[in-house]
């Protein structure tokens, strides 16, 4: 069973820092791209930001010198610093992962999985 488990969020102040985490579990053969979502009420999921295999990162303009995107291979992790929170960054945020994954017919293919989603709000 692939699954993509994500932590971290939570309630900060204005101008306050979160950490979210993203594990990928199960028979992965390898990861490609991943990254990061976010969904706020009454309106459309948005990217966030992405990064590929070979460590090419992707911002949307809103968060672009606020948030920080990386990845440990070694655990099949992606992280996103977030910094200089700000009222309008309050959204579920998701990770989403490109995987290759052993089929039972034993084939390799690749398939994007999400992932549950995890709170962010960002109040006084």
């Known amino acids: 069973q692939v699954q993509l488990v994500e932590s971290g969020g939570g309630l900060v102040q204005p101008g306050g820092s979160l950490r979210l985490s993203c594990a990928a579990s199960g028979s992965i053969f390898r990861i490609n791209a991943m990254g990061w979502y976010r969904q706020a009420p009454g309106k459309q999921r948005e990217l966030v930001a992405t990064?590929?295999?070979?460590?090419?990162?992707n911002y949307s303009d809103s968060v672009k010198g606020r948030f920080a995107i990386s990845r440990d291979n070694a655990k099949n992790t992606v992280y996103l610093q977030m910094n200089s929170l700000k009222p309008e960054d309050t959204a579920v945020y998701y990770c989403?992962?490109?995987?290759?994954?052993?089929?039972?017919?034993?084939?390799?293919?690749?398939?994007?999985?999400w992932g549950q989603g995890t709170q962010v709000t960002v109040s006084s």
């Open positions: 990064i590929t295999s070979g460590d090419n990162r």
């Open positions: 989403n992962a490109d995987l290759v994954i052993k089929s039972f017919s034993g084939s390799y293919i690749l398939k994007n999985y």
